[in-house]
């Protein structure tokens, strides 16, 4: 008995010890950072909270930002792009477009310093828009109708049981406006493209990563290999190792893709500013 104890203690060391070996032998170096599906504001705020511990984590000397997205809603676009450009005053960070990275999607890569895709990625919709339900002659055939105060015109832009009026109409296109200006400012700062020649792309149309790269949206389009090129080279790293460091899947996580989720549907369907490609 005495003698399995004993067996069972050393075990247990060299155990111990090999892992601590491996894990000394495998400190990851690159950050994995995923921006998948729609932009919510669940999803910048975990986003934003994984790209803060990749900047402060001193083992990490650069971060992959993989985007398959097709944007969202228009503030959490622009929070996420602002924590990548603040990360990248401290480390390199490459964004690679997978299937798609549109609108919100892309404007969030634009706080990397180098943007990859594939020859067939879906890249652009540089663009805002405002959208909103409204049943108003529907309303009217059933007899419905909604009781309203207000203290101004405009106060219930959205209604979706009255028609748009001229006035509110005229502030919504000042609203989008000012964030559209805000979108090319930042693409025009980030790939270093003047506005004026912006303009003639960022009219909400889409391009093909081989499109992209002729209209300086992107700078390759040789995927995860030619990001990593590039990681090596700003990074100053011979060898990568990656780690994902998106949360665990828990009760937590789950619970929090169960909010994303009906955040989705909610954005898609309440009065508000998105920069998404639909």
Same mark, same amino acid.
């Given at each position: 008995?005495?003698?399995?104890?004993?067996?069972?203690?050393?075990?247990?060391?060299?155990?111990?010890?090999?892992?601590?070996m491996?894990?000394?032998?495998?400190i990851?170096?690159?950050a994995?950072?995923?921006?998948?599906?729609?932009?919510?504001?669940?999803?910048?705020?975990q986003?934003?909270?994984?790209?803060?511990?990749?900047?402060?984590?001193?083992?990490?000397?650069?971060?992959?930002?993989?985007?398959?997205?097709?944007?969202?809603?228009?503030?959490s676009?622009q929070?996420?792009y602002?924590?990548?450009?603040?990360?990248?005053?401290?480390k390199?960070?490459?964004?690679?477009?997978?299937?798609?990275?549109?609108?919100?999607?892309?404007?969030?890569?634009?706080?990397?310093?180098?943007?990859?895709?594939?020859?067939?990625?879906?890249v652009?919709?540089?663009?805002?828009?405002?959208?909103?339900?409204?049943?108003?002659?529907?309303?009217?055939?059933?007899?419905?109708?909604l009781?309203?105060?207000?203290?101004?015109?405009?106060?219930?832009?959205?209604?979706?049981? $009255?028609?748009?009026?001229e /006035?509110?109409?005229?502030m =919504?296109?000042?609203?989008i406006?000012?964030?559209? &200006? #805000?979108? *090319?400012?930042?693409?025009?700062?980030? $790939?270093?493209?003047?506005? /004026?020649?912006?303009k003639? =792309?960022?009219?909400g149309s889409?391009?093909?990563? &081989? #499109?992209? *790269?002729?209209?300086?949206?992107i700078?390759?389009?040789?995927?995860? /290999?030619a990001?990593?090129?590039?990681i090596?080279?700003m990074?100053?790293?011979?060898?990568?190792?990656f780690?994902?460091?998106?949360?665990?899947k828990?009760?937590?996580?789950?619970?929090?893709?169960?909010?994303?989720?009906l955040?989705?549907?909610?954005?898609?369907?309440r009065?508000?500013?998105?920069?998404?490609?639909?």
């Open positions: 008995m005495k003698k399995l104890i004993i067996y069972g203690i050393f075990i247990v060391i060299v155990v111990f010890i090999i892992n601590v491996y894990f000394s032998l495998h990851s170096n690159v994995i950072i995923n921006l998948n599906g729609i932009i919510t504001e669940s999803k910048a705020n986003l934003i909270k994984e790209i803060k511990k990749a900047k402060n984590d001193d083992s990490i000397k650069a971060v992959l930002f993989k985007i398959d997205s097709p944007g969202g809603e228009a503030c676009s929070r996420i602002l924590a990548l450009k603040k990360l990248s005053q401290k390199p960070v490459v964004a690679l477009i997978k299937t798609i990275g549109a609108s919100g999607a892309y404007f969030s890569a634009c706080g990397a310093d180098k943007i990859v895709a594939y020859p067939t990625s879906t652009g919709s540089i663009g805002v828009i405002f959208e909103t339900l409204n049943f108003s002659q529907l309303a009217k055939r059933l007899g419905l109708s009781f309203v105060v207000k203290t101004g015109p405009v106060k219930d832009v959205g209604n979706p049981f $009255r028609q748009p009026t /006035k509110d109409k005229k =919504i296109k000042s609203l406006g000012n964030i559209y &200006e #805000q979108f *090319l400012s930042a693409v025009s700062k980030s $790939r270093n493209i003047p506005i /004026k020649k912006l003639n =792309i960022a009219d889409v391009f093909t990563g &081989e #499109q992209a *790269l002729k209209l300086k949206l700078d390759s389009v040789g995927g995860e /290999k990001a990593e090129k590039y090596k080279k990074a100053h790293i011979k060898k990568i190792t780690e994902n460091i998106s949360e665990r828990s009760l937590a996580s789950n619970i929090l893709n169960t909010i994303s989720y955040e989705t549907l909610h954005i898609l369907s009065p508000t500013v998105k920069a998404i490609y639909q």
